[in-house]
């Protein structure tokens, strides 16, 4: 995994970035597992939006299949987006 010409700058905005998505994502989990049944189709579409969101601001680093497992599980997608941060942080923190 590598990105071009990526600086101090731009490393620490795509963790920011991931850490949001990842946080958002953890926010989810806890709806999915305490909120009501009758929320699932909102919580479903928010989730769908933002394995969308991590696909398209890292489409150069995930493959279209790993895109596909983090869209049929929100504990894969979580621990790929934790992969990313590392991945960001021992290239140049």
């Not at 990526?6 to 999915?32: C, R, V």
Request: hydrophobic share 40%; charged share 25%; net charge negative.
């Amino acid at each position: 995994m590598s990105r071009p010409h990526s600086t101090e700058k731009n490393i620490e905005q795509e963790i920011a970035s991931l850490l949001d998505i990842k946080y958002e994502a953890l926010f989810l989990q806890h709806l999915i597992l305490d909120g009501p049944v009758e929320r699932y189709p909102q919580i479903e579409a928010a989730f769908d939006q933002l394995v969308d969101r991590f696909y398209e601001e890292n489409r150069s680093l995930i493959t279209p299949a790993q895109y596909e497992a983090a869209k049929n599980s929100i504990e894969y997608f979580i621990f790929y987006v934790d992969q990313l941060i590392a991945f960001y942080k021992e290239s140049g923190l």
